[in-house]
């Protein structure tokens, strides 16, 4: 539907990347056309294909040389996005996207993007805490990304702290307070 709004959801190589498809269809409920791009390691987590039938769009997985000939690319899928999300977000994107790499499908949509990028790490408590991770997400928080903090609790490592994905009706409230620019 044209008068749906695009949200980009990016996908990335996290334990919690399983709960993708959930999120899609809250993002759904909402009104909005969710379009799906995943890391290359993202597709050991989740699989390309329920997403794929949920949103009813080509989802590009992993590198450009991975793609399809006939596949978009990231120029035409962050073309007229109102946002995009990265939800989980492992501390290997969140490094690439802090410092702007753009060597996969994911990381190169988000440099093409011009709509609010939200940012929802997921990860072992100890690598969240870790001086790096937090120097990239405050190198992000800087560019004016809008970083979904972690909840904490057990994570799926069976560890307990900080590092799990954030509650998914959050992340939408937070994807609807940045299309709202509030
Ligand atoms: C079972 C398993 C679970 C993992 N879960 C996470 C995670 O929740 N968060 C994270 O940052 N990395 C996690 N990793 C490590 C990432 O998968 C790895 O850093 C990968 O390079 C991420 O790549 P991507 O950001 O391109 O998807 C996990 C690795 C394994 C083997």
Redesign the pocket.
């Known amino acids: 539907m044209p008068d749906q709004p695009k949200i980009v959801v990016g ?7 399983y709960k993708a498809p959930e999120l899609v269809r809250l993002l759904q409920k909402q009104g909005w056309d969710p379009w799906v791009v ?5 597709t ?2 989740v699989g390309v294909l329920p997403l794929r039938a949920l949103t009813k769009h080509p989802v590009p997985a992993g590198t450009f040389a991975d793609a399809p000939p006939d596949t978009y690319s990231h120029l035409e899928l962050s073309a007229g996005a109102a946002a995009m999300v990265v939800a ?7 490094a ?1 996207l802090a410092w702007g790499f753009a060597d ?1 499908m ?1 990381s190169a949509t988000a440099l093409a993007l011009e709509a609010p990028l939200l940012v929802a ?4 408590s100890r ?1 969240w805490r870790h001086l790096a ?1 937090q120097e990239n997400v405050e190198r992000l928080r800087r560019r004016g990304v809008r970083i979904i903090p972690p909840g904490s609790g057990e ?3 069976g560890e307990q702290g900080p ?1 799990r ?1 954030a509650d998914l009706r959050d992340i939408v409230r937070a994807v609807q307070d940045a299309m709202a620019g509030t």
């Open positions: 996908v990335t190589g996290s334990i919690a990347a995943m890391t290359a390691c993202a050991q987590y989980p977000c492992s501390a290997q994107t969140l690439r996969d994911l790490p997921a990860m072992n690598m991770v994570l799926a490592c590092g994905l």
